[in-house]
């Protein structure tokens, strides 16, 4: 595992500094990588996800939103950024990422409003890919899914979404994305971090593994 600064091009655009955690052998496919809301890239879940796609030959950048880089700093707890903010933070990270390495693809990922921003970020740079980890189709007090994002992606789109995820679940999703170009992989059983009940039969680190499983098969269709 090694660490990546990015500092210039984010205080020049007024935000915080940031760290890159860098994890998985060098390839020509670099995998940049963020969370969700709640939870920040040394939760339990991003780290599971990052070092079992290193495993499997991924090569990953994982970085903090500025919120979430703001709170290390003083240790309060924020909301997110709005979006704008959001995607400009998530774009400086794609052009230093790519200045720096180099890679001839990348793929955006992101886990629940993280991934959302993926998707929106992959309509104005250019990627080869973006993968959603628990797509937060609509908010928790409900209204229209969030499908401007998916609908008006650039690149090949996969989501990875739990049958029970409370943002979109096995009932509703594959009529809200009817007629778009995206891939679906439904975790059993999973919730919004593919947690499944104990009565499934399976558990939550087998939905990790299949996931982590499809992203990579996505990942290296890219190619074809």
Not at 38 to 50: C, K, L, P, T, V
Not at 72 to 93: M, N, Q, T
């Amino acid at each position: 595992m090694n660490y990546y600064q990015v500092d210039a091009p984010l205080v020049e655009a007024e935000l915080l500094p940031s760290q890159v955690r860098l994890e998985g052998n060098v390839s020509d496919t670099l995998v940049i990588f963020t969370h969700g809301a709640g939870a920040n890239i040394d939760s339990e879940f991003m780290q599971q996800f990052s070092a079992g796609l290193a495993k499997q030959g991924a090569w990953v950048a994982s970085f903090n939103l500025p919120y979430m880089r703001a709170n290390a700093v003083d240790g309060k707890r924020r909301p997110p950024d709005r979006a704008p903010k959001l995607l400009k933070d998530f774009a400086i990270h794609v052009a230093e990422l790519k200045r720096q390495y180099q890679p001839q693809r990348i793929v955006l990922m992101g886990k629940s409003m993280g991934g959302r921003m993926a998707a929106w970020l992959a309509n104005e740079v250019s990627v080869d890919g973006v993968v959603c980890l628990g797509y937060p189709f609509v908010a928790l007090k409900g209204g229209e899914p969030r499908l401007t994002p998916l609908a008006q992606c650039q690149a090949p789109v996969m989501i990875l979404q739990g049958e029970r995820d409370k943002f979109g679940g096995l009932d509703q999703v594959e009529t809200w994305i009817d007629g778009l170009e995206i891939k679906l992989h439904w975790l059993l059983d999973g919730d919004h971090s593919f947690k499944p009940r104990k009565s499934s039969g399976t558990t939550q680190e087998a939905n990790l593994e299949q996931a982590i499983h499809a992203s990579i098969e996505f990942i290296g269709g890219l190619d074809a």
